[in-house]
Each structure stands twice: as structure tokens, then as C-alpha cells.
């Protein structure tokens, strides 16, 4: 049962996402963020709000808790603000996922189910 709604059936969600690549809190749900200004692509444990902000390199961790509605998470790369408070809100969501092509022009097709055979 998939949490993450996105409208546009092209973009992943945690069921894309293989989750025998990471290990993170032991009730790992796993999504794929992309930042729709620079591109960058990193995964989320919804689960604990793990960010894993770099795929090569899985031990760099920060938090992405944030309880005051006025705050604002940005992207680990470039630090553009998200416009939404809940980037994983149904309505919003969209803005923030990757689709399959852009995961794997980022050389992270691994991270996917079935992604492995992607050229
Ligand atoms: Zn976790
Ligand atoms: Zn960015």
C-alpha cells in the first residue's frame, strides 16, 4: 500500500523503490526526491525523515523534521526552498518526484525495482 499519490502516473513512488539498497530505521519506506531546479536527486525514509542526500555515498544522513508549518525544507544541493510544507501531500507531490528517466540519466537506476536492466 503505497503512501505517496502522485497525479502523474510516470512519477515513482516508495513502490519503485528497491529497499534492499539501504537500510535505515528497521520500518524503512523509501521515496525518491528530485529538485525541480537543479535536478538533484536523493531518497527519503518517510518513515523517520531521513534524508540520504547523497546516493553515492548513503553515510551522509541529515534530518528532514520540521514541525513549525511557516518552515520550509530545500534541497540538499542547490538550497532552493520547497514552496509546500508537506512535500509528500497528494497535491503538491508531484513537484517533488523523479520519473524513471530522470533516475536513471542520474545514474541511479539500481535504487529502482526492475531498474537494474535499464541500459
Ligand atoms: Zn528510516
Ligand atoms: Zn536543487
Given at each position: 500500500m503505497s503512501h505517496i499519490q502522485p497525479r502523474d502516473f510516470a512519477l515513482l513512488t516508495d513502490?519503485?523503490?528497491?529497499?534492499?539498497c539501504v537500510s535505515c530505521c528497521g520500518d524503512e519506506d523509501f521515496v525518491l526526491l528530485r529538485c525541480r531546479h537543479c535536478g538533484h536527486i536523493w531518497l527519503e525514509c518517510y518513515e523517520c525523515s531521513?534524508?540520504?542526500?547523497?546516493l553515492h555515498d548513503l553515510s551522509q544522513t541529515v534530518s528532514s523534521f520540521i514541525?513549525?508549518?511557516?518552515a520550509r525544507l530545500a534541497c540538499p544541493?542547490?538550497?532552493?526552498?520547497?514552496?509546500?510544507?508537506?512535500?509528500?501531500?497528494d497535491d503538491v507531490v508531484d513537484a517533488y518526484l523523479p520519473n524513471r528517466d530522470h533516475v536513471a540519466a542520474a545514474g541511479f537506476g539500481h535504487f529502482l525495482v526492475d531498474g537494474r536492466a535499464d541500459p
Open positions: 513502490r519503485d523503490v528497491d529497499h534492499t531521513t534524508w540520504f542526500v547523497n514541525s513549525d508549518p511557516s544541493e542547490c538550497a532552493v526552498a520547497f514552496d509546500d510544507f508537506n512535500h509528500l501531500a
